[in-house]
């Protein structure tokens, strides 16, 4: 049973500290999503990879937030420094480009940033 | 204006009844549109997708694509209080545009 799984699976921290958001997309698939969720914005496309290399990160506030995809198995979110309006739920999606592009979500990241 | 609009709810139906979920869009590139579904402290998941206009039905659930009037629907029948999640519309054009989602409670 295929899953894109993430960790930490919640976490806490203070504000100004650095947090790092896990993925490992399904395997075979060459596309990576983040997206945070709120109830007031709902689910927010924060950046994309295809096949590895970033395609869109414009929904990601640039300077505290950072996403890479080091290897086909592993997407990172890095925020530096966090605060707390960075508090949310961060989901990793994973797909194939073109046709429908239907996207496979993961469990999500609950952080909050006291 | 957002490109897909969806009615927040929350919507609380009794079970058995039959529910209704829409949303609206602007985008008339849009070629593929989506229903997840998200049940609390999870992630969404895929419920079923449908290519341009047109019905598809998958056991008690249907979704309808009218590209004319920018206007799509899931239909719920027999609805049951597993069904209780939040059901967000989405549609491709590149890359997914979600809807805001829309809080479904089925009372027994």
């Known amino acids: 049973d295929a899953r894109v799984t993430q960790t930490p699976r919640h976490k806490v921290t203070e504000m100004g500290q650095e947090v790092t958001m896990r993925c490992q997309p399904i395997?075979?698939?060459?596309?990576v999503f983040w997206y945070r969720q709120t109830m007031m914005q709902g689910l927010e496309l924060l950046a994309y990879?295809?096949?590895?290399?970033?395609?869109?990160d414009s929904g990601m506030p640039k300077d505290r937030f950072s996403a890479e995809m080091p290897d086909a198995t592993l997407a990172t979110l890095k925020i530096q420094p966090s605060e707390p309006r960075d508090s949310a739920v961060y989901f990793c999606?994973?797909?194939?480009?073109?046709?429908?592009?239907?996207?496979?979500f993961g469990p999500g990241t609950r952080l909050t940033v006291l | 204006q957002k490109e897909v609009e969806q009615d927040p709810g929350p919507l609380s139906v009794p079970e058995g009844a039959i529910v209704s979920l829409n949303c609206t869009y602007s985008?008339?590139?849009?070629?593929?549109f989506m229903w997840y579904r998200q049940y609390s402290r999870k992630g969404p998941e895929l419920l079923m997708y449908?290519?341009?206009?047109g019905n598809k039905e998958d056991g008690r659930f249907t979704a309808q694509v009218d590209k004319s009037s920018k206007y799509i629907s899931l239909f719920i029948r027999d609805s049951q209080p597993s069904d209780s999640a939040t059901y967000l519309c989405?549609?491709?054009?590149?890359?997914?545009?979600f809807g805001q989602g829309t809080e479904l409670s089925v009372k027994p």
């Open positions: 990879f295809r096949n590895r290399a970033p395609l869109d």
């Open positions: 449908t290519y341009s206009s």
């Open positions: 999606a994973s797909g194939f480009s073109g046709g429908a592009d239907t996207q496979y």
């Open positions: 985008n008339s590139a849009f070629q593929y």
């Open positions: 395997l075979g698939h060459n596309t």
């Open positions: 989405a549609m491709s054009g590149g890359k997914l545009i």
